[in-house]
């Protein structure tokens, strides 16, 4: 198993991905997690940095890149793009300015991020881009980045009348214009940021609130960018400076550690260089409200984006509601907290969740499955959970169904159950944390 430090990995063959997505892990209970870990770099501000690089006009440095195989994803394609990138272990330099239209159809993988955020830069590129990916992002909903692109002038086009991938972007000059984007999705907000720093005018994403790592990065860089209530506008076309920055730890693969550590007697954990950007950290809200014992220590800031430790100890939990306003800020973890839910006292509901219907499984299935093929009581309604805890999990085999974040989560739950919990489809937690299970080992101590 490689370390959690690997770099950008290289993508592998299709047929590599499928087996190793097809691979099992086992994870039985053990002795409390102590001691201190750091997480491989945030994997949506990786995203993020790679592709602003590639919009410089000249040599950036990106250290920290998420090692997974979503961020190779976004590598691959931007070479396809024209831009020069020289990765190293977990370091990337980027030699940006250089995009124009690519000579084959681009292969986002698993990678939603990749094809919304690249869709927005392909917009902009002279020449016509195809974005595709796996069968999982195949079925994933597109439409919602393809209309508002539509409305700054570019031509997209795509299966099923737009709406799914493969996407056909023929770029060319693009114009601001004000779109609204009713979903809170993150991935679309940028793409139209990123389209917008070549359009002639002003661009203005109303949307929601989501992740908000773009707008950080880019104002940082200092584009004319401002963040209103319920609306992020880009005043006019801006071409950022070359930049250096170490991504921080993500935070979303540290949720997971946080809640075996809640859940498992006597541990005590601490996430070092970890971001804390709080658009990410619904996950400690709603642990700290079911009385969970996790400390939020704030170190630095680069680029706009805060870090520092995450601290988590043992603690018994009560069940709590998570509303649909605070969905889109615990979106990646609810599987996660829907474990700790399972080990709570009483029913803890998750409300305006339609979204994890639409992530790389249908969610609110996985978890369900999943986590109810180990004993635990869960209820999937159309767009909501409820999780009825306390209660006990004993062993046997759960099916990640290709899905990272679930498989994580079944992980975790193998620290906690009454017997080894066998992960299938193991392999899929190279998206976005391919050392997890050596993170985990180095937590739970030699031996154990
Ligand atoms: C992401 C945004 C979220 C999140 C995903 C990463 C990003 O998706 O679930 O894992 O990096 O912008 P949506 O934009 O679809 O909400």
Redo the contacts with the bound molecule.
């Keep these: 198993m490689s370390g959690a430090r690997n770099g950008p990995a290289k993508a592998p063959a299709k047929s590599a991905a499928k087996s190793a997505a097809k691979s099992a892990a086992r994870v039985g209970p053990g002795g409390p997690l102590r001691g201190t870990a750091t997480m491989p770099g945030d994997?949506?501000v990786s995203?993020?940095a790679l592709i602003v690089a590639a919009l410089a006009r000249g040599r950036s440095r990106v250290a920290g890149v998420n090692p997974g195989l979503d961020v190779a994803a976004t590598v691959e394609a931007l070479r396809a793009l024209g831009v020069t990138v020289d990765a190293a272990g977990s370091a990337a330099e980027v030699v940006g300015g250089t995009l124009h239209e690519p000579a084959d159809v681009i292969d986002c993988g698993n990678s939603?991020?990749t094809l919304?955020?690249l869709a927005g830069v392909c917009a902009t590129i002279d020449g016509l881009s195809v974005l595709t990916g796996d069968d999982s992002l195949r079925r994933r909903p597109m439409g919602r980045v393809a209309r508002p692109l539509r409305a700054l002038g570019a031509t997209v086009d795509g299966r099923a009348g737009g709406e799914l991938a493969p996407l056909v972007v023929r770029g060319g000059p693009v114009t601001g214009a004000e779109v609204t984007v009713p979903?809170?999705?993150?991935?679309?907000?940028?793409a139209l940021l990123l389209a917008g720093l070549a359009a002639s005018g002003t661009t203005a994403v109303r949307t929601p609130p989501?992740?908000d790592?773009?707008e950080r990065l880019l104002a940082a860089l200092g584009a004319p960018i401002e963040v209103g209530d319920g609306v992020v506008t880009l005043h006019h076309s801006f071409t950022p400076e070359p930049f250096e920055l170490e991504v921080p730890g993500d935070p979303?693969a540290a949720a997971f550690f946080a809640v075996a550590a809640v859940l498992i007697p006597g541990s005590e954990v601490t996430i070092a260089g970890v971001g804390l950007n709080p658009t990410r950290l619904g996950w400690v809200d709603v642990l700290q409200r079911m009385g969970a014992a996790i400390e939020v220590v704030h170190e630095w800031e680069r680029l706009g984006e805060p870090g520092g430790q995450l601290r988590a100890a043992a603690g018994p939990l009560t069940a709590v509601e998570v509303g649909a306003e605070q969905a889109?800020a615990v979106?990646?973890e609810v599987p996660v907290l829907a474990l700790a839910a399972t080990q709570a006292e009483g029913d803890t509901v998750f409300r305006g969740m339609a979204?994890l219907r639409?992530?790389e499984s249908d969610r609110i299935a996985a978890i369900t499955s999943g986590l109810g093929a180990l004993g635990a009581e869960i209820e999937a309604h159309d767009d909501h959970l409820v999780v009825h805890g306390p209660t006990p999990l004993r062993g046997g085999t759960a099916d990640a169904r290709g899905d990272h974040r679930i498989a994580m989560t079944l992980a975790v739950a193998g620290l906690i159950a009454q017997d080894e919990v066998k992960v299938e489809g193991w392999g899929s937690v190279e998206t976005s944390f391919p050392g997890f299970l050596d993170t985990l080992v180095g937590l739970r101590g030699p031996g154990r």
């Design positions: 994997k949506s995203h993020r939603g991020t919304r955020m979903v809170a999705s993150a991935q679309v907000k940028s989501s992740r790592h773009t979303s889109p979106i990646d979204e639409v992530k």
